[in-house]
T-cell receptor, first 114, second 114 residues
Framework: AQSVTQLGSHVSVSEGALVLLRCNYS??????LFWYVQYPNQGLQLLLK??????LVKGINGFEAEFKKSETSFHLTKPSAHMSDAAEYFC????????????FGDGTTLTVKP | DTAVSQTPKYLVTQMGNDKSIKCEQN?????MYWYKQDSKKFLKIMFS???????INETVPNRFSPKSPDKAHLNLHINSLELGDSAVYFC?????????????FGSGTRLTVV
């Protein structure tokens, strides 16, 4: 069964600092991995995804994530935080055999301090 | 042109009533989903349809009945609404054949049962 654990329900950084949001997954087969962002009172928006190939994937808004199979991790990073990055972030895992079903982590609230 | 649109955006109703939420996608995707997001922002899949066929039906009370008249539409009907049904309901779509499992979400329907 597929599952995702996001470490840290709240992360606070200063503007201009590195953003690191942690995600570990469990999957019985090679996974597809995703990060989504949710701004207040909005739907989720896909930031980036890993399917196959290059393990470092780049997404929108300057975010990137690295798939590390040995660590079963897919952490999200951004070199320099902006105030506009404050939002809820969700990691998700999907398996090809699961008909596209994605299982989401519990979310991490990112706060950016001026 | 909204890719995944849900109506209504807000729904306030009394316990015991029956209500419907509608979802439409214009992306040509073959799979559509309903997710429930509770007050702690946890996301849980409810149903999934692939080309009008129900393929995922999680443990959801049978008061919830999805209907997909065609692959671009997925509606959710809820009978005998209860206080615990209060949540944000998200519709999403993806193109599963071809292996693109990233979701496009609607903006959500905030259901409040009083």
């Amino acid at each position: 069964a597929q599952s995702v654990t996001q470490l840290g329900s709240h992360v606070s950084v200063s503007e201009g600092a590195l953003v690191l949001l942690r995600c570990n997954y469990s999957s019985s087969v090679p996974p597809y991995l995703f990060w989504y962002v949710q701004y207040p009172n909005q739907g989720l928006q896909l930031l980036l995804k890993y399917t196959t190939g290059a393990t470092l994937v780049k997404g929108i808004n300057g975010f990137e994530a690295e798939f590390k199979k040995s660590e079963t991790s897919f952490h999200l990073t951004k070199p320099s935080a902006h105030m506009s990055d404050a939002a809820e972030y969700f990691c998700a895992v999907s398996e090809a055999a699961n008909a596209g079903k994605s299982t989401f982590g519990d979310g991490t609230t990112l706060t950016v301090k001026p | 042109d909204t890719a995944v649109s849900q109506t209504p955006k807000y729904l306030v109703t009394q316990m015991g009533n029956d209500k419907s939420i509608k979802c439409e996608q214009n992306l040509g995707h073959d799979t559509m989903y309903w997710y429930k997001q509770d007050s702690k922002k946890f996301l849980k899949i409810m149903f999934s349809y692939n080309n009008k066929e129900l393929i995922i039906n999680e443990t959801v009370p049978n008061r919830f009945s999805p209907k997909s008249p065609d692959k671009a539409h997925l509606n959710l009907h809820i009978n005998s609404l209860e206080l615990g049904d209060s949540a944000v309901y998200f519709c999403a779509s993806s193109q599963v054949s071809g292996g693109n499992y990233g979701y496009t979400f609607g903006s959500g329907t905030r259901l409040t049962v009083v």
